[in-house]
Nanobody, 121 residues
Framework: QVQLVESGGGLVQPGGSLRLSCAAS????????MGWYRQAPGKEREKVAA???????NYADSVKGRFTISRDNAKNTVYLQMNSLKPEDTAVYYC???????????????WGQGTQVTVSS
């Protein structure tokens, strides 16, 4: 059993910053890519940022230059530093990780429960 637990969401004014964290726990052999997605009301879930086990990153055009994804492999944790937040960043943010539970297992696509980020004055 693998669990992803997010933290760090909340209410922030436009132009402010938040840092999201997501820790993976349980029966983990290896974690490949990790990432963050978001879903605003009435919209489809979209990819925000991703990072490979080697540290390569990619971002949605809408967050480039404002958000930074990073990971601590020793802690099985991924972070999302969000700066210069805009009202359109308001959404539920979900952590995602591709995890193997042992050397022979398939790669499981795991999700966190989501954390609300609201950008409003």
């Amino acid at each position: 059993q693998v669990q992803l637990v997010e933290s760090g969401g909340g209410l922030v004014q436009p132009g402010g910053s938040l840092r999201l964290s997501c820790a993976a726990s349980g029966s983990i052999f290896s974690i490949n890519a990790m990432g963050w997605y978001r879903q605003a009301p009435g919209k489809e879930r979209e990819k925000v940022a991703a990072i490979t086990s080697g540290g390569s990153t990619n971002y949605a055009d809408s967050v480039k230059g404002r958000f930074t994804i990073s990971r601590d492999n020793a802690k099985n944790t991924v972070y999302l530093q969000m700066n210069s937040l805009k009202p359109e960043d308001t959404a539920v943010y979900y952590c995602n990780a591709l995890i193997q539970t042992n050397w022979a297992s398939p790669v499981y696509n795991c999700w966190g429960q989501g954390t609300q980020v609201t950008v409003s004055s």
